[in-house]
């Protein structure tokens, strides 16, 4: 099939692009490069031995510019990744978050009807089930309350997509719920590029063991969990990469909507995620414990079971080859592409 991938450019987009055409398929990026770098486009290019990944430098909520790039492809599908996903900055920049991503993806699905392409792979957040109601989370579970802008906008654009489909069955829509995405290409060439202070955990550890920052701060001891710290479902980004092929399939037998959970169902602390990382590379990660981040909760982890049973999809990564794999990609590019 031939993909347009939003937000090509960027950290998950960008290992898609590999597995993509690993399966056989082909991809045009268009990316506004808000939060990313295009050299990240040539190394995929290198990866998979093409001379480049065809890439427009288009926002998606310029009309005009996706129209052009429709005027010179027809796409199968669209796996839809641009969008702003800094949670603390959603909260600071309500407005801004919904405008790109909310108002960015209706001109897209709007652009993508009057080419008639109606198949979309859209990236959503186990942030949708807020504190969820089960542990394991399945995909039955009632979507909750978020905690920030950046969460309300990938629940809303699940609702409007789902809308959109029963409003005109010829769409296939495909959600898949991320859980904590981690890790990086084997090749050591891609992986993640956080703007300034990482949000997140994995690119924080890594950035203390490369000696950017001094400790990592672990946001409360004293949750109802085996060691007190924050339980997740991480999961390897190849894995991932690999679970946007599988839901290909989904759209070619026309599964109307489908909604998957892309997680490996395994719950992991921050101190397992810390002793691992310790454990497998041989480098320090000082820590020091401070108060609980506001809006995290105890434990998040999913059943993967419909994904695997609907899609043939599981994630074959553990988190040895997580840790790992961050570590390669942070130690052999200090400055990410920069
Ligand atoms: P990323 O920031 O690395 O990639 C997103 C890409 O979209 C960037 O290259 C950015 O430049 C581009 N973009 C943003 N707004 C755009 C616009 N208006 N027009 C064109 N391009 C635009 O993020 P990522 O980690 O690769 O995440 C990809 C998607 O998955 C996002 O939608 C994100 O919300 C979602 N997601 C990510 C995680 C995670 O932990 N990384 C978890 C759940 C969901
Ligand atoms: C966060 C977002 C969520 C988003 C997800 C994936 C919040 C509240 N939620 O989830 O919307 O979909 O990322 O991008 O931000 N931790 C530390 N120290 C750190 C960083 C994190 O102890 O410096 C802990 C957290 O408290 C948590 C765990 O590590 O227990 C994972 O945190 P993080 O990587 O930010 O992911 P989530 O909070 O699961």
Not at 296 to 319: M, Q, R, S, V
Request: glycine share 10%.
């Amino acid at each position: 099939m031939k993909i347009l991938v939003t937000g090509g450019a960027g950290y998950i987009g960008s290992h898609t692009l590999i597995e993509l055409y690993a399966a056989g398929h082909t991809a045009v990026v268009v990316d506004n490069l808000s939060n990313s770098n295009p050299e990240s486009l040539r190394r995929v290019a290198e990866i998979i031995g093409v001379d480049e990944i065809p890439f427009y430098q288009v926002d998606i909520r310029d009309k005009a510019g996706l129209e052009s790039v429709f005027a010179e492809h027809t796409f199968d599908a669209c796996i839809h990744f641009a969008g702003l996903k800094a949670v603390g900055e959603s909260v600071e920049k309500p407005l801004e978050y919904y405008d790109n991503n909310i108002a960015g993806t209706l001109v897209l699905v709007e652009v993508m009807r009057n080419h008639g392409c109606k198949n979309i792979i859209f990236s959503s957040s186990a942030t949708v089930y807020g504190d969820p109601e089960e542990i394991p989370i399945t995909e039955n579970c009632p979507k909750g309350v978020c905690t920030n802008p950046y969460g309300w906008t990938k629940s809303m654009l699940e609702q409007v997509l789902m809308d959109v489909q029963k409003a005109d069955n010829e769409w296939n829509v495909v959600i898949l719920r991320y859980f904590n995405p981690v890790g990086a290409h084997l090749s050591g060439r891609i992986g993640e590029n956080p703007n300034g202070v990482p949000n997140n955990l994995m690119p924080y550890i890594t950035q203390v063991a490369v000696g950017k920052r001094a400790e990592l701060g672990v946001f409360g001891n004293d949750y109802p969990t085996h060691d007190g710290t924050g339980v997740r479902d991480y999961i390897h980004v190849v894995d991932l990469a690999n679970g946007h092929v599988a839901a290909l399939k989904a759209i070619e037998r026309n599964c109307g909507v489908g909604i998957y959970n892309m997680g490996t169902g395994h719950g992991y602390s921050v101190l397992d995620m810390v002793n691992a990382f310790v454990k497998v590379n041989g480098v320090e990660v000082p820590y020091n414990i401070k108060p609980r981040r506001t809006g995290d909760i105890a434990t998040c982890y999913c059943n993967p079971a419909k994904a695997k049973d609907e899609l043939g999809w599981e994630a074959k990564f553990g988190i040895e080859e997580m840790v790992r794999d961050s570590w390669r990609w942070q130690r052999e590019n200090p400055e990410g592409y920069d």
